[in-house]
Each structure stands twice: as C-alpha cells, then as structure tokens.
C-alpha cells in the first residue's frame, strides 16, 4: 500500500484539493463581499451558474481561458446586476430573489446547454499551469500548489487583496458601515445604495470568475446544474469566516482537502461508504461551531434592505 | 392485444450518449419497426413520476417504460391503479402478468471484457475505475470489470474511486477524481456516470500517463464515438432495443409480464465497441473470450450490491 | 411666485433659509409652509413639543428628507439638498437626534468614514486635527475606542466633533443635551457660544427651556408642524431668563405659570416605621465588554418614598436596573420585595410579585416597533386573562382597554392599529408607563423617565411618578437630570462606577452635597 | 438581522361597507393575477426565442396543471408535503429564526416514516400506525434541529449557517440510513421497505387526491390561527420582531427558540411523512426533491400569511405538474418550468413592491 501513496499521487491528489477549493474561495469571497455590506446574497449559486456558461462558451469560443474567466465574470456581474437592481435598488426580499435567481439560472443554463452543447459536449484543451521555478521542484507540495494556472495564484492574492481592502482602505470602512449601521454612512455622505450596488456586484464578478474556473479548468467542459451546490458553500464559509478573508481560503482548503481525502481512502482501499466521507467536513464544521460557536457577529442590517429616511 | 402507442419515461435529457439516450433511442427503434408510435418523456428527474405516469396512460399509451431504477415502485402502483402495462427496470421479483414485467440491464458480461482488455492493453499494469454514485447496474459492470482484469493478470492494480455519493452532474469532481486516479499510476479508465463522465473523459484527454503516454477510457453504455478525440478505447455498450421489442410482442401475444427480459453477451444486446485504438489481435482474443463467457465456460456473476463491490474492490487492491 | 426678496427669511446674511417648506408623512403634515431664517455667529434654538416637526425640517436641512413645497435657500441662491453628501458639502453637519455612528467601528474610523474609498484612512492626518479641535473645544476624545464602547454622551461628543471636523458652518443638533449631565450642558453650552464666535451657524433643538434662554440668540417655535413665533437676537437680548421663558411658554402653550419646570415638590409622608418595600444587599453585577459592572449596591426603599439614583451616564444605572429587574446575571448580594428574596426568581416572575421596570430604551427594547399601540401596552401580560383567555386572544378586550390607557395617558397616535415605532418618543413613553404602572404594581423602577420629552409630557410623566409614590409604591428614579431628581426625590444615591458613593437626603443642600458627590468628592 | 413581520391587525376590522371589503379582495386578486399574466409574457418571450409556441404552451400548463380532472388531481396531491413545509416555514420566519434547513428536516423525516411505516402496520391497525409513523418522523426531526436550536438560544450562534451545514449532513445521513440500516433486502436497488398502497393515506372519494392534503389544509390554517390568535403565537412574533424587548417582557426566549426549531422542524418531518405515507411508498437512496428552495419564497411573498401562503404553494404546484406536462408535448427540455417559476417570483415580489408604493402615495 505504500506504493500507492507516491509523491505524483500525493501531489495530484493536493493538486485536486486546491483544485476543488478554488471556486469554494471565489465564492466564499464574493459572498463575504455582499455581507459585509448587508446584503444576504443567496442567488450565488445561479451568479455561478451564469459564469460557468458564459465562461465556458467565451473560452471555447475564443479559445483563449483568459477570455473565458473574463465572460464568466461579466456573465456573474450580470446577474449581480439584477440582484443589486432589485434587492439594493428598490429593496425586494433578499431571500426571495436569490432563490429566484438561482433557479432561475440552473433552468436558463441548462436550457441553452440543451440547445447548444448537447450533441457535442465540447471539451475545452487542458489549461497551461504557470509553473513556479524551484518551489514547482518541492516534492508533493511542488506539483500540489506550483503548478497550476495563474488564475489560481491571483485568486490566492486576491486574499490578501481582500484583507488589505477591508483593513486598510476607506471602501473597507464604507463596506462595514453598510452592513453594521447603513443610516451612519449615509449621513456620512457615502451613497449606501452605491457602495452596497459595487459589493454585490462584485460578487457577481467573484462568483462569476468561480464558476467559469470551475467550468473551464475544474471540469474542462460546461454541464447543466455543474456548480452542484459551490454557491451555497460559498455562503457557509462566508458565514463560518466573520469577515476575514483568510478564513474563506482555510475553509475552502479544508473542503478540498476533505474531497481529496475521500479519493484517497478510496484508492487506499479502505471500505468506507461514500456518504459517510462526505459527511466528514460539515461534522468537523459543526463540531467546531458546538465547541467554540459563541454569538457568531454577523453585521447589523445584513438581510434589510436600506431606505433613506425610514425608520 | 392491441398495441399502439408506447411511452418511455426517463429521468435525464436523451442527449447523454448514455442510460437515457440508449433507453429513447432503442425505444424509438423498436416502435418504429412495430409501427407504434412513441411518446417519449425525458428529464423527469428522480422524483415523483406518477403524475407523468397517469397522464401518459390517460393519453393511451398501451406500454409505459418506466426507464429508471428510481421508477420501479410507482410503476407497478399505477400499472394497477389504471390497468395499464408498465415495464420497470432491476425489479425480476415484480412480474405480472399483463401489467409489470421488468427487463433488469446488466452489463456485467461485457464489462468482464473489458477487464480484460484493460488488462491486456494497460502499459503500466494499472487502471482505475471512476463512478459518480453506487447505483446497482453500475456496481455489477464495476465489479464484473475488476474481476476481468484480475482473471487476465492477477498482478495488474486495480484503483477504485467513487466521487461522491450522488455526484451525476459533477463533472468537475469526475475530472479531479480521475487525475488522480491516473497519477496513482492507472492508464486506462473505465468510467461511469452521466454527466460527470464527461468530466473523467476530459481529465484522460488532458493528463499523461505516467510513461508519458495516453490514457485512454472505457465507457459504459452508450457510444460516444461521435464527440471522441482519440481517448476512447472501448465501452460495453447496451442495445436495448432486443428488449423493447420483445416487450411489444409479447403484449401483443397477451404475455406481457410473464417473463423477465435481459441483455447480455449473446445477442450483441451487450457488446464492447472496437475501435481503432484496439489491436487487431487483442481484439481476436477478446472474441474469443466472448464466446467462453456465453457458453457458460467463464461464469461472470452480477454484485449488484454497493458495499459487497467495495469489499470486492478491497480485497483485489491488495 | 414673488420674487426672493419678498419671502420671508431670504436675508442675505443668512447661511440657509427656508421659505414656505412643506413635508407630509402619510397621514400628517409634519412641516407646514415653514420659514426660517440661519446666520452665522446666531446658536437659533427651535422648539416645539414632541411631533411638532423639527427633526423633519432636520432632515431636510442634512439631504435626508425631500421637502414636498417650498424651498431651501442656500447662501441666498435655492438650493435642492438631494443628499447628506451634498449637505456635507454645502456644510451643512448635523448631530442626529438618533446615534448616527457604527458601533463596531473605532472612533477613529467613524469620523474618517466619507473619504475617498480609494484611499488609505488617514489617521495621523486626523489626529493632529482632532487634537487641534478638541484642544479648543475642551473636550477629550478616545479615539482609538470602539464607539460601541462609549457612553451616550460620549457618543454625542464625538458626532459634534465629525460635524467639526467636517469644516461645517452650520452646526445642527437635535436634542444633543438629553445625554449630558449638568456639567457637560454647560459645556456644551460654553463650547456653541465658542462656535458662533468663530463665524458659525449653530441650530439648537431642545426640550429645556432654560437652555434655550442661557445659549440661544434666536428661537423659533414649532407647533403642529407650523413655526408659531420667533424671538429675534434683538428682542432675546433685550429680555431677561424667566421673561424669555415665560414668552416662549406663551408660544407653545398659551398663559400658563412662569417658571413650568419648577415643579413644586410634592409632600408626601413616608412613614419612617413603615418596612420597606424594596430591600438591596451587596448587590453585583461582572462588567462586561462595553459596560461596567456593580459592586456591593445596598438601599432599600419605603413605601410611598422616592429614591432617586444620580450619576453621570454611563456608570452602571442601566445595569442595576437590569439587576433589579432579573434581566442581568447577578454574581451576588440580595434583593428582597416585601421581605421575600426574588434574586432567583425570572423576569416574569419577578413582574408577577410588583416589580416594574420602565426602561429608557424605548424602542431597542421597551417596544416592538412593528407591532400595534394596542399589543404594545400589554406585551409584558402576554397570555394573561382578561386580554387571553386560554391562550387566546380577545381582541375586544384588548382593544377596550387599550383604548381606556389612550385616553387615561393621553397617547397622541392616529389608531389602536398603528405601529408603535410611528409614535414620536413622547408618546411611546406614555405607552410604556401605562403599561409598567398597571394592576398589580409596588416597586416600580424608572429609568431616564423624561429622557427626550417635550415640556408637557415631562411635567406629566413626573406627575404620574410622584402620583404613584403617593400610592404606597416604592419608586426607584434613576436620572441623570439634577433637577428633576432634586424635584421629586425623598433621598438622593449617588453612582460612580458602578458602587453607590453616598446617599444624600433631599433637603436644603442637597444639590451642593450630590454635586459633590458626582464629582467625586465627599458630600 | 429580521425578518420584515408583518404586523397583525389588533381590532376588529372597522365596520366600513362590504363593497370596501370586495374591492380589497378585488384588488389582491389583481394584483396577483396580473403579476402572474406579466411573467408569462416575459417567459413567453424566451419561448419564442427557443422556437416554441408560448400560447400553445401556457395551454397545457393550464390544461394539465389545473382545468382537466386529472390535472387538477396530480396538482393537489403534490401540495400536501409543500403545505406542511410552508406551515413549518412560516413558524420559523415568523419568529424571525431562518430555517434553512428544511430540507435535511424532510429527508429525515421522510427516512423515519419510510422505515418505520411498514413495520407499524404489521403490528397495529393501519390508522394507529401511521399517526405513530407521523409521530416519530415529526420527533426525529425535532431532534435534528435541537442542534441548531440549542446554539442560537443559548450560544448565540447564527442559525442560517447551522441550519444550512445541517441540511447537508441530514441529506447524507438520510442516504446512510437508506442504504445502510433501512434497505429493503428485497432489491438491489437501495431504497427502503415498501409501504402497500393500501396501508398508505386513503385518497379522497373517488380521485387519486392523497388525503394528506387536508392534513396539510389543516397543518397550515392552525399555524397561521396559532401565530396570529393565541398568545403563544404572539410570544413567538415578539422574540422575532425584537428578541430584545422579548427579554425585556420577561418571556423565555431561549426556551421559545428551542420550541419555534421544533415545531418548525416537525412540520418539515411530517411534510416527508406525509408524501411518503401519502403517496411515494418508500424512500430511494439520494432522493432529494429539495422542495424547500421553490417553498422558502412562496411563504415570504405570501408575508407569511398562511391564507396566502396556500395560494402560492397552489400556483407552485400548477406550474410545475402543468410545466412539465408542457415542455413534453412541445419538446422544450422541463428545465424550463425552472425558469417559469423564477420568473414568475421576481415578478410577483416586485409588483408587491411597486402594490407598497402606491397605497403608501395614495396615503400621503
Ligand atoms: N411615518 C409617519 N406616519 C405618520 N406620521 C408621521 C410619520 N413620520 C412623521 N410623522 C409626523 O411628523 C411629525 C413631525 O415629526 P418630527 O420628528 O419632526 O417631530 P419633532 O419635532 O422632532 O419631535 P421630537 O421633539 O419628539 O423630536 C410628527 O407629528 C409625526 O406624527
Ligand atoms: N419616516 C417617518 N415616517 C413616518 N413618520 C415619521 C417618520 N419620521 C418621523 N415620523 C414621525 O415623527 C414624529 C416624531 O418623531 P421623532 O422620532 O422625532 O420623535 P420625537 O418627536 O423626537 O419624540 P421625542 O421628542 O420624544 O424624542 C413621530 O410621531 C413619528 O410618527
Ligand atoms: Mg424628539
Ligand atoms: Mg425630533
């Protein structure tokens, strides 16, 4: 059995991790985005959807991936766009139309699957990895995190990124104040309505770019209903992290990690069902939330949409 | 009796070059050459199909083809509640005459031969088998496979991988799963899943070996021959129309439901595609094998069961 | 339309002027054609009962509100006000009647919020222009403390500082002294003189007639949504305090008493035998995040006497009432109503023997906002016959009475059916005394009672009080209104840090001996 | 966070004439049925992009969803589990608790009742043991939500997140259950023992209307009474409005999280008791209908209202038997009744709003 666990074994199968936890940390971002501003954005899943199809047919199309994260992007903000419209804009039930939207997504993009691909399932060329000099030479940990497409390592900036904007900038304030106490920053001058539109729009960019890397390097190929779920796990984690970026990338992590480890019992034989291995990341979730849960701080007025004036 | 529409029922699109397109298609096949019409409900999903059930029946079907595992308790409920003759699939302890007869799809024997091919051809004495869910045609086709590839070569590794309990649609998974399955050293991969396998077809196309050279894949069930780049080796491939022909003949003859109906081997119901990736003379050997397995001279027993396939899996991994 | 010259108010010297500006809520005209005229080096106090509409035309001086008719002149041209931002920008700063800062941020980074969001915070850029500001206000500002952390008053010092450290030239503040002790009106007081000296315009709202007389250098007066009277600089200056006063009482009012707000104080006999009702031993309380905790809080409390709680805000009043009323986790000491021990008992329970509890915040938790007047008065007997009879509700009932505790307390609201956060705060207060002095009542604490409540409403509410003292019940008064304490209490305990630092009975000297005691020194 | 309650009128409605009363009924039906008639242009549109004939379309939802006998029929049946998880909904979001999690809720529920439900009817009559399946479905899933309960009473923890991790352990653990403690030995296919359709819920008269569905009448109508007439409801509408005055008043509220989780949840068990008892039979290994995505924003565009909540689940339920009855004869793939139901939401929640607008304009 120890021949099994080889280091090209090993590496692919950390590889996968980081593979898998991609969309999860672009999502995760995106979502913790919109709720720090106030906005409970459940229609992440359908922004997903829309830029796994959009990413997709741009990539193929072209033939260029960057072109295809690009579309998936635009397809995300697209989305957003309608969410920032009516949830930010005029104030609709947030649940309702996130709900809406994700079902509404999964129908249109299958639908055009339907009449587009169903035939041809095209398949996307293997996306060229960057390959860092000397790290990329690390046995297991080389070939696991050094080699991989750029988009990887940027989302893995915008990390910090996020950290920096959220700490360090005046948008990180705008966006907290947004979601704690939305009345505060109005008086302040800040157009809550405005700061609220970019950071669910952004998450429609985030979310977007999650799906068409899911699409176009994590499957090579667009399918109906291919974000299985990612957009709801990207609110969890958004949740679990309170707001710091770094959380977002452990918790995507530990839900790759955990995918992977499923492969690896599996090919070490081991005669676990797979339902079980499943269940492990959420009951380590849980278990932590039992153990150290105090008062999760969610901000303020998150879920209540903003009105001038109104009290 | 009189047979003059019949009506097919599957869960997904039949666009999926595989358990749904060859269901559709060979339904087509069979009407056609009965000259029946046929009614084809695709996409229902794996909920309740009843309301589609009646209301094929209320629109005179005289045959409804419940094509899913999922579909063989309501089935039966409303074969009886409307008099109406349905056939159901991995049900042979439901026969009834005139209304149930089930047709249990198995394509155990042909995956025994693929294990053996897959063992023939493999360079690095190395494959995997991917699955996107355990449902019971597929373990038997796993299972059946492994213990081809033990019969041929007791010293080839056999790596066995499940994506997730209910991962149909996750191509994503299919693809990551089967990367690593190829970076455990496996170079042919025999897959299956709906959409997902298309995701394992993707990861073949896109990973080396670890000689450096092709992966190629296996298929099951359907021929995907037409979207292929070069990867496809096999696939045990189902052709169901024998099935639903019979199916018509025997309503027709009033002996619908007497009897269960199988494919196999025998009749090229179950067969291995060739294609050009596969030696001439592997190819003659397999045929030859082919022939031992109908006569009964290699018995190939269905494991429909999810954990019997794992604990099989486990004691070949050795 | 005349021409600008002719409306009232166009003055060139003002900063902003109203003319003829006109708001309605639905249902209301909260401000009628209203004019008004804002200078620089004048603090213009307005005034007006609670509803009059002086925190509507508030809000559309700072871009909150859109007036409905009429217009706003700014520097003499008319100016649409679309948006706090560009109120800000006109220089218009206003201190909200409502806390207008994040709580989870610093104060640091309340008072940076509206800058470009591109750019860092620039805190040292801030704190030398905060120290400069403070410097020359005489306050001191922590800056780096979470706004969560501060007191209501200290709250209030740093909305005034954002205004002025916005460069404003028109200071807005609504009701900025209902917060503060004595000392800090004063020096609020001090500071608005200091303001207008540097070329301000400030514009004061308050509910004390006396501030308004001591800081104003013109007073306007709103009623029903009407501006009723001004007082022009000239005239104000000409006049004397109580004169001032006794003009503006005839304002809002119509002939009434000179001085309203020196209230006789009742005589009422506290038998001296007489066991008391409320008895307190060692109480305390652990601090906690933003508040501070209680240490060894005896007293006890006769029937009919009114104990009064002083102290500067923000030194564990808010938690002994807590404590008191079981909705704070003790960590040790006794609380015995008529001699029974009730530190284990639940807040329900705790109800249940006469215990009441009116707390000072009316919306946050005295209130459900969303729900009807009627529901509101009763929210504490949920479940209880005659309003619920198995579980369920008589709506008749409900309503019946309901409509008996409008009427009996005078509460000033559209219908049973309205929701209660519609209610200006003068009249969710009548709500929740009608409620708190209901059957069954002994012991009845009361927290800021008057807290933001117009002239009427406060000399009505302190009626209720001492009314109920004078029916054997033990009040507990907690304030942080010298005066209304020194008017109405038997004895006065002092609190500072969460102990009790002295008692003080409430005769001759008692002012001198409390003020003592609140600044730290013996009494 | 909270959830915009609404509140409930206090007195007697004012004696004003009966036609005040008709034009308001008048006036909610418009402003329904117009909303409905604009998501079908707008979905008309996308049919016509694809080809198909929209009224040809919209023909058969409404024949086979709801105009033809057996339509009508497929359509009340599949009401009864959206009832019950519509009722539990409506308690939990009334008491401002975001349970997310009625899809694990149902799945264990559903398991519980498929496991236990063949075995009670050997051993009782039939009516004693369904209403000892419903019993213990509704106690399982009470159990599974004590998780999320417990935390947000006592800890504080957010129960969005709780709920939505424990939705996706309930839905493995079901498939556990299913596959490994509660399998039918007499198949292959992993799925649970069969409850004989004589043993399940009778169907009403003559048609194959499940019974359940006026259990689910019956569940939602004293939800609704229970939260708006009773003081148990009103507690529960004072801990969601303002959990703050609600421990200012003295009531428990810890205590009524714990009671709003469990009778949320129970709702949801006995939602997957009842389309098991009533009609499915049984339980298959990873069957998930997830009703409770299309349900969630039924109940918040009804604000909660039981009443309305049922004419939502109704509309839910034409759209989607009619849907796919539709999409077959026209050959559109069925994901487009997914598309239909979006659109119909956004649209029905935006002319909500714009309804908002005008009554308060109208006011002022
Ligand atoms: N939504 C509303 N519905 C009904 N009436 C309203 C509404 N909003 C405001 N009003 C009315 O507007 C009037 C003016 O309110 P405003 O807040 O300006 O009073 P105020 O003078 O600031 O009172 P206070 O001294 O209590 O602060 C009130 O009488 C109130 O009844
Ligand atoms: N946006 C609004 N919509 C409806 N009514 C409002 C609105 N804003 C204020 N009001 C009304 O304005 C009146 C006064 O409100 P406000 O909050 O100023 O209370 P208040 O009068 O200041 O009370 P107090 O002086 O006791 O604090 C209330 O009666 C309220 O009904
Ligand atoms: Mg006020
Ligand atoms: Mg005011």
Known sequence: MTGLFSEVFLGALMFGAVTAAIPLLLAGLGEQMSEKAGVLNIGIEGMMLAGAYLGFVGAFYSGSLWLGFLTGAAGGVAVALIMALLCVRIGLNQIVIGIALTLGLEGLTALLHHFQFSR???????????????????????????????????????????????????????????????????????????????????????????????????????????????????????????????????????????????TAMQVAGINIPTDVIQMLPFLAVMIMLVLFGRRASLPAALGIPYERGTR | GEVKSIAILTPEEGTDYGWNQQGIDAARAAGKAAGVEVVVAQGLGYGDVRPTLRELASDGASLLIAHASGYNTSGPEIAKELKVPV???????????????????????????????????????????????????????????????????????????????????????????????????????????????????????????????????????????????????????????????????????????????????????????????????????????????????????????????????????? | MGSLSSLPGADTCDIVALAG?????????????????????????????????????????????????????????????????????????????????????????????????????????????????????????????????????????????????????????????????????????????????????????????????????????????????EIPPERFRALGEQEIISQIVDLMFGKQKDDPEAVERPIRKVSVEAAPLLQVTDLAAAPTDNAPGLSSISFDIRPGEILGIAGIDGNGQKQLAEALAGQRVTTGGSVRLEGTAIEMLSVGERRQRGLRYLTDDRLGEGTVGTFPVSINFFLKQVGAPPFWRNGFEQRAEIDKRAAQLVREYDVRTPSLKTPVARLSGGNIQKVLLARELAEGAKVVIFNKPTYGLDLANTLASRQRICATAARGLAVLLISTDLEELLSMCDRIAVIASGALVGTVENVDDARTRVGRLMIGLAA | MSIDTPSVNATAPDPTSAAAARRDILHRLLMTLGPILAALVIAGCILLAVGVDPLAYYGYVLEKGLFSPLGIQQTLTRMAPLLFLAAGLIVAFRAGMWNLGGDGQFLLGAVTAAASAPVFVQLMPAWLALICSFLIAAAVAMIWSLVPALLRGYQGVNEIITTLMMTFLGTSLA???????????????????????????????????????????????????????????????????????????????PGLTVAVFAISAGLAGLAGAVDIIGVQGNVRADWNPAYGLAVIPAVFLARMNGFAAIGFVFLLSVLSIGGESAARRLGVPNHFTLVLVSIVLIVLALAEYVDHRYNQSRKA
Request: glycine share 10%; net charge positive; aromatic share 6%.
């Open chain 2, 87 to 318: 056939a159901i699939v991995d049900t042979p302890s439901g026969l009834e005459k005139g209304l149930v007869a089930d047709y249990t799809l198995s394509g155990h024997q042909g995956a025994y031969l693929a294990g053996r091919l897959a063992a023939k051809m493999s360079r690095s004495k190395s494959v995997g088998i991917v699955v996107s869910g355990e449902p019971p045609s597929w373990n038997s086709q796993s299972a059946a496979f492994a213990q081809g590839v033990k019969a041929e070569n007791p010293e080839v590794k056999i790596t066995y991988a499940v994506i997730g309990p209910a991962a149909y649609s996750d191509a994503a998974g299919g693809k990551r799963v089967t990367e690593s399955v190829i970076a455990s050293g496996a170079d042919i991969i025999f897959g299956q899943g709906n959409g997902s396998s298309f995701g394992m077809l993707q990861a073949v196309e896109t990973t080396k070996a670890a000689d450096g050279g092709k992966v190629y894949f296996i298929d099951v069930i359907g021929d995907k021959t037409p979207i292929d780049k070069g990867f496809l080796l096999s696939s045990v491939v189902w052709n169901i129309e024998p099935v639903y022909a019979a199916m018509i003949n025997d309503l027709k003859a009033d002996t619908f439901g007497t009897k269960s109906y199988s494919i196999g081997l025998k009749d090229d119901s179950v067969k291995l595609l060739k294609t050009a990736a596969i030696p001439d003379k592997v190819w003659t050997e397999i045929q030859m094998l082919r022939e031992e397995v109908i006569s009964g001279k290699i018995p190939v027993e269905p494991v429909y069961d999810a954990a019997a396939v794992r604990a099989l899996m486990t004691s070949v991994a050795q």
């Open chain 4, 175 to 253: 498939n556990v259950l299913v596959k490994l403690v509660f399998r039918d030995p007499g198949t292959t296919v992993p799925q649970t023992r069969t409850l004989p359709v004589e043993d399940r819920l009778p169907r009403l008269f003559d048609t194959t209307i499940t019974s359940g569905l006026l259990l689910g009448l019956a569940a939602i109508i004293i939800v609704h009474l229970v939260m708006t007439r009773t003081a148990f409801g009103l507690k529960l509408r004072i801990v969601g409005a303002n959990p703050r005055a609600a421990i200012h008043a003295g009531l428990g509220v």
């Open chain 3, 21 to 229: 500006v006109t708001k309605r809520f639905p249902g209301i005209v909260a401000n009628d054609s209203i004019d008004l005229s804002i200078r620089p080096g004048e603090v213009h106090v307005l005034l007006g009962e609670n509803g009059a509409g002086k925190s509507t035309l508030i809000g559309m001086l700072s871009g909150l509100l859109q007036p409905d008719e009429g217009r706003i002149l700014v520097d003499g041209k008319v100016t649409q006000i679309t948006s706090p931002r560009h109120a800000l920008a006109l220089g218009i700063g206003t201190v909200f009647q409502h806390m207008m800062l994040v709580p989870a941020l610093s104060v640091a980074e309340n008072l940076l919020l509206g800058g470009p969001w591109w750019q860092r915070p620039r805190i040292e850029a801030l704190e030398a222009r905060v120290a400069k500001i403070t410097r020359s206000l005489g306050i001191t500002v922590k800056l780096h403390a979470r706004v969560s952390e501060l007191s209501l008053g200290e709250q209030q010092q740093v909305e005034i500082l954002r205004a002025m450290v916005r460069n404003s030239r028109l200071l807005i503040l609504d009701e900025s002294t209902s917060m503060l002790t004595p000392k800090g009106i004063d020096e609020l007081g001090t500071l608005m003189r200091r303001l207008v000296k540097q070329g301000l315009a400030i514009v004061f709202i308050t509910h004390k007639l006396k501030e308004a007389a001591a800081f104003g250098d013109r007073i306007s007066v709103l009623k029903l949504g009407r501006k009723v009277g």
């Open chain 1, 120 to 262: 041809s399932y095209p398949r996307l060329p293997a996306a060229n990895a960057t390959v860092i000099p000397l790290l990329s030479d690390i046995p297991v940990i080389g070939p696991a995190f050094f080699k991989h497409h750029l988009i990887v390592y940027l989302a893995l900036a915008l990390v910090f990124g996020m950290r920096y904007l959220y700490r360090h900038t005046q948008l990180g304030l705008n966006l907290q104040a947004a979601g704690d106490k939305p009345a505060a920053l109005d008086v302040a001058g800040i157009d809550v309505i405005k700061t609220r539109t970019i950071a669910v729009l952004t998450t429609g960019a985030l979310a977007g770019l999650g799906g068409a890397y899911l699409a176009n390097v994590g499957a090579g190929l667009f399918i109906p209903f291919i974000s299985n779920g990612a957009g709801f796990l990207g609110i969890v984690l958004a949740m679990l992290a309170r707001g710091r970026p770094v959380w977002v990338l452990f918790g995507a992590l530990l839900f790759g990690v955990c995918l992977s480890l499923t």
